[in-house]
């Protein structure tokens, strides 16, 4: 087999592959993680670099004399604040696996009958979360507003975590992958006298572990993100991405803290997304919409 | 005496069904009752209420389309957020998905290990949470900012730039912020999309005289991935139309001259500060049928790829 001149690129099965072209397309590609890394590079440096280096000019990417002096400014903050850095961290962990723990419970059991059975209404069940995925939740806002007022759930946690539950595309993602298990398997199980919830328990969730992952890394980013939100008002309920946004808030003398505070946030998803990528890419591969 | 039996025979028939497929249901009973309070009934009481006067105080009172008209004929401020929701949309929607599907079709070009590498730089700006707040500091509006300090080192300019209060550069800059975070859900599908087209038609097009690697894309890559393109189409729409946030953390709300006011925007304006649910309803209406009616036709249109 003739290797490629340039290793990293794959071993080429195609054909038609110009070394000009090659090389255009290297130089744009580049180009664009060039910008996408900038604003992240420059995040980390000035989340190291001390007051003095944040502003001068012209402006520099990488701190000259390295410092951790403002993720020990972001704790002490934190700490001297009327409500401690604990209780927010321990909201939003509360809130993220509760809500995300849930949305791959519920979201599996409704994909189960969705993708293997077959049911009056299943149609019908499956267009409108398909229709769900094509708006916005700002569009249900108000009258959610409305619905957590009626229950007694304004300023609980439980106004974050119960929605978070029936989001559309964990579903929708779920829903699509489960189709792709062979029958057979399921069949089996159905000679062996297992009830539907062993076989959904036993042989389907194991069997879809790539699936969960990835309601698990896009639920994740979406509750660990929340920051203010008009459900929740006591101080001692509110969430750690709020807390920093206080401290991001507090002006160009607290810009390294504020760097400090978003790669501290990034930290969890991006976490997640490293340790699951390739099963994440293998639930997107059966993601495609039929109709 | 037939309409009798007919429903007889009706409720037979649901019994039927629910003895059948009792376990189905009560799978799927779950989820679908949470979906149905969080997210069917709302946009059904936002349809219903948008022709309502309501302020959460006293009871909805009729009033038929006086808050559309008032909507369009009297609210400038709408007219403008309509206008600016199109103007975003238009230009981010269809420029992150052709990124999407570019970014991943190059990505795809890699070994396994560069390529995973290149999908978490390019991702992450969308895991990030607050991240894109990194972009005060480089559009700071003196010459101690990121991008007025490298223009003005380069002679490029001779004066700091107020990227987020000047009118003529507030609009250029926010779509920069937005398609920076625009590599989300359906960059990951694509990906998956180039990995999965059958080996073979590649080779079978070779034969039939597919000359160079757009010809490969065009006639047998994306006809092949087609159902990826619908859902990462879906995707980038619907993130259009939600346009919102980002520009509230960057540029304040509301932004300079209401330059940058979006349908979300006013929604928010209405809904979580004046308490005006019947005319907010109005606006997540029209934002909500906009969303979907543009979410078909692109669907309609994407069933050309390739012919």
């Known amino acids: 087999m003739k290797m490629n001149a340039i290793t990293f690129l794959r071993k080429s099965k195609k054909v038609n592959r110009s070394r000009f072209g090659t090389a255009f397309l290297f130089i744009v590609l580049l180009v664009f993680a060039s910008f996408t890394a900038m604003p992240l590079v420059l995040m980390v440096g000035n989340s190291l670099k001390p007051l003095n280096e944040l502003w001068i000019f012209p402006p520099r990417l990488f701190p000259r004399s390295p410092t951790f002096k403002n993720y020990l400014d972001m704790f002490r903050i934190m700490n001297e604040s009327w409500v401690p850095f604990l209780r927010y961290l321990w909201n939003t962990v509360f809130i993220t696996a509760a809500g995300t723990f849930g949305h791959i419970i519920f979201a599996s059991m409704c994909a189960f009958p969705l993708a293997k059975r077959n049911f009056p209404g299943k149609n019908l069940i499956f267009n409108t979360i398909v229709l769900a995925l094509m708006f916005n939740a700002t569009v249900t806002a108000a009258p959610n507003y409305i619905t957590m007022s009626v229950l007694h759930w304004i300023d609980t946690p439980l106004s974050l975590i119960i929605p978070s539950f029936s989001a559309a595309l964990g579903l929708y993602l779920m829903k699509q992958f489960m189709e792709q298990l062979p029958d057979s398997l399921l069949e089996a199980a159905r000679i062996d006298g297992a009830s539907q919830w062993r076989t959904f328990w036993d042989i389907v969730m194991p069997n879809v572990k790539p699936a969960w992952l990835t309601l698990m890394l896009l639920s994740v980013q979406g509750l660990w993100n929340i920051g203010a939100t008009s459900y929740i008002f006591s101080e001692e309920l509110k969430t750690l991405s709020y807390a920093l946004s206080q ?14 505070v978003a790669v501290f946030m990034m930290l969890v998803p991006v976490g997640i997304f490293i340790f699951s990528q390739s099963n994440i890419i293998r639930t997107m591969a059966s993601s495609g919409m039929k109709e | 005496m037939t309409g009798q039996n007919g429903s007889e025979k009706k409720q037979k028939g649901l019994r039927r069904v629910w003895s059948q497929h009792r376990d189905d249901y009560l799978f799927m009973a779950p989820y679908l009752i949470l979906f149905f ?89 969308t895991m990030a949470g607050s991240a894109y707040l990194i972009w005060q500091i480089i559009y700071s509006g003196d010459s101690y900012g990121f ?63 597919v000359k160079n690697r757009w010809q490969e894309l065009w006639f047998i890559t994306l006809p092949s991935m087609l159902p990826q ?79």
């Open chain 1, 247 to 260: 401290i991001m808030a507090g002006g160009i003398a607290r810009a390294g803290v504020g760097a400090a």
């Open chain 2, 37 to 125: 309070i969080f997210t069917i009934i709302p946009v059904m009481v936002s349809i219903g209420l948008s022709f309502t006067y309501f302020n959460v105080l006293e009871l909805p009172r009729f009033t038929g389309l006086q808050n559309y008209f008032r909507l369009l004929l009297d609210d400038d401020i709408f007219v403008l957020a309509l206008k600016n929701t199109l103007l975003l949309s238009v230009i981010t929607g269809p420029v992150s998905f052709f990124l999407c599907l570019f970014l991943a079709w190059l990505v795809n070009e890699f070994s396994s290990k560069t390529r995973a590498l290149l999908t978490l730089l390019f991702y992450t700006p």
């Open chain 2, 147 to 209: 991008l007025n300090g490298l223009l003005m080192k380069f002679n490029v300019i001779y004066e700091p730039i107020q990227w987020l209060q000047d009118p003529d550069y507030m609009l250029p800059s926010a779509v920069v912020v937005i398609l920076w975070m625009s590599l989300g859900t359906s960059f990951l599908a694509f990906i998956a999309g180039f990995q999965n087209v059958d080996p073979a038609l590649y080779e079978a097009g070779a034969v039939d005289g």
């Open chain 2, 229 to 307: 393109l619908m859902f990462g189409a879906v995707m980038s729409i619907t993130a259009s139309f939600g346009i919102g946030d980002v520009i509230n953390g960057l540029f304040g709300f509301p932004s300079t001259n209401y330059v940058l006011h979006t349908m979300v925007h006013h929604l928010q304006d209405y809904g979580n500060i004046r308490f005006e649910m019947g005319y907010a309803s109005a606006i997540a209406t029209i934002l909500f049928l906009l969303m979907v009616v543009t979410n078909r036709f692109v669907q309609r249109l994407l069933k050309k790829v390739g012919v």
